[in-house]
């Protein structure tokens, strides 16, 4: 069982930046693929980034690419997400996920852990 706790969000103006933060409880941590989706009024869940147990692999959106970067400490139980040079459209609510493996990273459905999601709007 992993819990997940995401912070960092909040309001900023377009072109700024925020970091987000997903504390995981749990002694398997370092075993977990770790994925960031993201979830705007009225659409669909989509997917922003994941990383791979060990760190060694990254996946982005096309969306967010050159923009974001997510990375993890299995250290301290945490994944990170570096948002740079936001935009209005990257106003949503964001969600940290685990799961074990790295096929259909990009699919939500595979994820078996969730957090309660924090709120990023980018005002422009």
């Known amino acids: 069982q992993v819990q997940l706790v995401e912070s960092g969000g909040g309001l900023v103006q377009a072109g700024g930046s925020l970091r987000l933060s997903c504390a995981a409880s749990g002694r398997t941590f370092s075993s977990y693929t770790m994925g960031w989706f993201r979830q705007a009024p009225g659409k669909e869940r989509e997917f922003v980034a994941a990383?791979?147990?060990?760190?060694?692999?990254?996946a982005c959106a096309d969306s967010v690419k050159g923009r974001f970067t997510i990375s993890r400490d299995n250290a301290k139980n945490t994944v990170y997400l570096q948002m740079n040079s936001l935009k209005p459209a990257d106003t949503a609510v964001y969600y940290c996920?685990?799961?074990?493996?790295?096929?259909?990273?990009?699919?939500?459905?595979?994820?078996?852990?969730w957090g309660q999601g924090t709120q990023v709007t980018v005002s422009s």
């Open positions: 990383i791979s147990s060990s760190g060694g692999s990254t």
């Open positions: 996920a685990a799961r074990l493996g790295w096929k259909y990273i990009g699919e939500w459905d595979h994820y078996d852990y």
